[in-house]
Each structure stands twice: as C-alpha cells, then as structure tokens.
C-alpha cells in the first residue's frame, strides 16, 4: 500500500472517528469498506488491552468471533440499506459480548464507504438473561416430572415389595443373583423418582440460621469416604468470618454433597486430583466456589448442564439429575449457579446466596 493512500485513509478514519469518539466511554471501529479494521478508539484498547493495534487491516469479523455465514448475512444487509435493521448484532471478544449499532458512512469527496460500529459489553447481562431464561425452563420441567415420579412411585414400590416376598421364598442361588440385580436397579430407580418428587415441591418454608463454612464442613465430612474422593486432597479457603444466613440447612448440604461428588468423579482418572473449595462473604451476597482439576466439560455441553436427564456418565452412573437439583435449589433461594470449564484443566462451579437476613457472624 503506498504511503498517499495510507495517509489518506487515516485522514478519512479522523473526519469519521471525532475525539468525542476517541474518549467515549463506548466501543467504536471504523472499517473500510471490505470490513477491514481502521481504526479502533482508546475506550476499546484499554477494555481488552491484549487487542491494541493487531486486528488493524484484518477482518472485523473475524477479529470479533462472528461465524461467516452471520457475517455474510451482515455484509448483504449493510450493502442493502446501510444500517443493521434489528440493531443488534452480538460481537464476540473471548468470553465477552458486545451488543453494538452499525451505520454506514461515505465521504463528501469521492464516496468512498466505510462502517462504523458502536457497542457495549452485554457479557454480565446476557448471563443473567441466560439464567432466567434456565430457571423458567427448569421450573416448568420441574412441575411436570414431580407428576410424573408421583404416579411412578406407586408401581416401583410394589416391585420392591414383590422382589422381596420372592427373595423370602427361594434358596435358589441363581434366582437370588438376578432377583439382587432387579433390586439394584430398582433402588436406582426409586433414587431417581425421588429426586423427580423433590424437585417438583415448592421450597420447604422451614429455615434456620446457617454458616455456609460449616455446610460446607459437613458435606467434606460426609462425601470423605466415597470411593471416587478417598485419595482426593481437598483444600479449603473459608471466609474467616462468615455471617450467618435464613436457608435451610438440608437443601443446602444436598447440593454441596452432589457438588463434591461430581467433582470427585472428574477428577478419578487424574494422578495428582486436587478439589478447591472457598468462599468469600461480601456486603450482600455470599460467594462460594468449588474447583476441580479433572477432564473438564466440552464447551458444545456447557450450556446444557443444568438440564435435567443430561448427563456425560453412564446410565448406571448417573440419572442426570443432580446438576438440574442443584441450580433448582440454588435459584429458589435467590441465588445464582453457574460454571465455567476448560476440558482437560477442570471445572469451575461459582455460587452466590443473598444474605436474606441479617444475622450474627460466625468465626470459622
């Protein structure tokens, strides 16, 4: 590219990127008319400072993760009325969104076309949309499969009592070996239709003062002798003062025991498995994490982890139901679940509780 032509781009990227654009506390690109980057104003290099001037000349869309039929469909529309119609076009940094307005300009002198983008960070935003959308689903499912596992429930309770009048009945070695097999499968039937009984019942009312550390205490001790956590070391950072909260107390040691367990199943085939546990109680919120440096969750599965029935194990392993347990009672309190994980490094389960009441503080 020779200088006069580089020199007159960056005299057209200044008339369209003003200084109030340059310290606007908004995202703004200017491309060129191919949808390569020109210009790329101080608010947006200072909010990902890894960008700085790299994606200068590259593809919009590819520096910002749009897949290339999105991408097509923008250029046809941009070429056709020079303004995104739905005015929301979902740019992607890494982990972040950006929401953002594009509009099209030409200059006065020879009508040259360039592309201005303006946008925001939406991340936190579509993450809390993300969990409503997920607790709206979740209840409704919730509703329809505790009807479901009340009318289960009778014809599984007689199996098991059949199962043992027969056992009572017969000195048979092999009969005795199958009837043991139907029975194993039956309580992990009846596990399954209670956890479906549960979930579809309102939140019990009955609460009681809680230390979230000691929960959390409680639920280490209980899960300590399961196979898949018996050579795990488990360290914990506990908020050395905890204030206590209006919970209640089993619900809650329910979902930090399954918790655990899932972390402790992640993590069985790794040779050093290590599990993290911490929390860290703030003005309003209480923040709980537990970490794991086990196989991970692909990334294609993340989205689909709370929903019931799903589930990376085997049938016999698991019912797909203690992550969609876990996010009911969480968010019937108030509180939020989410988790983040790379495959092969581990997973990351973040909680948070509203502090519902105040209470005392506890020292851990």
Not at 77 to 92: F, M, P
Not at 109 to 119: C, E, K, L, P, R
Not at 210 to 238: C, F, G, H, W
Request: net charge negative; charged share 25%; glycine share 6%.
């Amino acid at each position: 590219m020779s200088s006069t032509v580089e020199d007159k781009e960056k005299q057209l990227t200044k008339q369209l990127a003003p200084d109030i654009w340059k310290d606007a506390n908004i995202f703004q690109i200017t491309c060129d008319a191919d949808f390569r980057i020109l210009n790329l104003n101080r608010y947006l290099l200072n909010y990902f400072p890894d960008l700085q001037l790299k994606e200068l000349r590259q593809d919009v869309f590819a520096s910002f993760g749009i897949p290339e039929a999105e991408a097509e469909q923008v250029r046809h529309e941009l070429g056709q009325t020079g303004r995104i119609s739905n005015a929301a076009l979902d740019l992607r940094y890494g982990q972040r969104h950006i929401l953002c307005l594009w509009n099209i300009h030409r200059t006065e002198s020879d009508g040259s076309i360039y592309y201005n983008f303006f946008g925001s960070d939406i991340t936190e935003r579509r993450k809390v949309e993300m969990q409503l959308a997920q607790s709206q689903k979740l209840s409704a499912l919730g509703q329809m499969a505790g009807g479901i596992a009340h009318d289960l429930s009778k014809p599984v309770n007689a199996i098991v009592s059949l199962i043992q009048v027969m056992e009572a009945h017969t000195d048979d070695p092999f009969l005795l070996d199958k009837l043991d097999l139907i029975t194993r499968q039956m309580d992990f039937l009846n596990n399954t239709v209670r956890q479906l009984v549960n979930l579809g019942r309102p939140m019990s009312a009955e609460v009681e003062a809680v230390n979230i550390n000691k929960v959390l205490m409680e639920a280490q001790r209980i899960v300590k002798y399961d196979v898949s956590l018996r050579d795990v070391a488990i360290q914990t950072y506990y908020c050395p003062v905890m204030r206590r909260i209006s919970l209640s107390y089993d619900r809650l040691l329910q979902v930090f025991i399954n918790l655990l367990l899932n972390a402790g199943e992640a993590v069985k085939d790794v040779s050093d498995p290590a599990i993290v546990i911490s929390t860290e109680c703030r003005q309003t919120e209480i923040y709980i994490e537990i970490q794991d440096n086990g196989r991970g969750i692909p990334a294609d599965q993340l989205d689909r982890v709370f929903d019931p029935f799903f589930t990376t194990k085997t049938s016999s392993e698991g019912s797909g139901l203690g992550l969609w347990m876990c996010h009911h009672i969480i968010t019937e309190i108030g509180g939020r679940i989410w988790i983040e994980s790379v495959p092969g490094k581990g997973t990351l389960v973040n909680m948070i509780l509203p502090l519902m009441a105040e209470g005392d503080s506890d020292a851990s």
